[in-house]
């Protein structure tokens, strides 16, 4: 009885699965474009998003000024957001918003393109081009639509790439710290890197590890001195110290943070 009703529920979706191609092949091949709308409509309603954005591809350009334009602009964004190819439907949520500022999907398409491109951004060692277009679009969301109730998921979504941004200049930093000496003074470079970062993302939760690699910076610029600036550069060293103590009290990094004072304290005594 079991398998007499597999067989049964096998041949009807068979069945279903065969009915829903024939009538997508119909859409494609339709002359009518009103149509194509209520098919790709139909199919994006039915989670058949592929199959939605073929259709509304085509369609598109011939609604220009028509009063089905801007929703099947929409749902063709839609379609290709669904379809977690981000960059394309960033372009079209562009171009609906652009085409129709004050439109019924204007708020929903600002906000789409931003969070699309934010689950796009690269991870922090690659080129983050993409991740600084998620920033720019989320915010200017917010700045549309203050009162969105997407307000707090767009803004976590820029702290969070405001710390991948700040995490690839941490990167920065250390790799200029670990050259050390290398075809020149590369613990400059760290500090002014580091700088830069806590400048720009001064919320960020790797700003003690920023401050912690300007402290050791410090410390290895005014180690490998010449005798008489080592005083001055340790007085720099120190005021490192109490900057990151201060801000910090409970670092992980104390210790550490000790040791150079040690040092320092010496060479400012003598």
């Known amino acids: 009885m079991r398998n007499h009703i597999y067989k049964i529920l096998s041949v009807v979706m068979l069945s279903a699965a065969v009915c829903s191609c024939g009538e997508y092949q ?25 199959q939605a954005a073929t259709i509304l591809e085509e369609i598109v350009p011939i609604f220009k000024g028509h009063e089905r334009a801007e929703e099947s602009l929409y749902l063709l964004a839609m379609s290709n ?16 918003y652009s085409r129709y500022p004050k439109g019924k999907y204007a708020e929903l398409a600002r906000f789409y393109c931003g969070y699309g491109y934010y ?19 989320l915010q200017s969301f917010l700045d549309f639509f203050p009162r969105s109730d997407k307000v ?3 803004q976590n979504a820029i702290f969070e790439l405001q710390d991948k941004l700040t995490l690839k200049q941490l990167q920065n930093a250390q790799l200029y710290y670990n050259l050390g000496t290398y075809m020149g003074n590369n613990y400059e470079s760290a500090v002014i890197v580091a700088r ?10 790797y ?4 401050e912690l690699i300007i402290l050791k910076s410090r410390y290895q610029e005014a180690d490998l001195s010449v005798d008489e600036r080592k005083a001055d550069r340790f007085r720099e060293v120190i005021d ?4 990151f103590i201060n801000n910090y009290p409970d670092s992980p990094n104390r210790s550490e943070a000790e040791n150079i004072f040690k040092i320092a304290s010496k060479y400012v005594q003598d």
Do not use: H, M, W
Not at 196 to 205: E, F, G, L, R, V
């Open 152 to 154: 707090s998921i767009a």
């Open 119 to 137: 689950l796009d951004s690269p991870d922090p060692q690659l080129d983050q081009t993409g991740t600084i277009k998620a920033i720019q679009e």
């Open 240 to 243: 490192e110290y109490y900057s």
């Open 26 to 50: 119909r859409a494609q091949k339709s002359t009518d474009p009103n149509y194509k709308f209520e098919f790709a409509k139909r199919a994006f309603e039915e989670k058949k998003y592929v």
């Open 207 to 210: 700003k003690e590890d920023l």
């Open 81 to 96: 957001y669904e379809n977690r190819d981000y960059e394309t439907s960033g372009a079209y949520f562009r171009s609906y």
């Open 196 to 205: 830069n970062a806590i400048k720009d993302y001064p919320y960020s939760k």
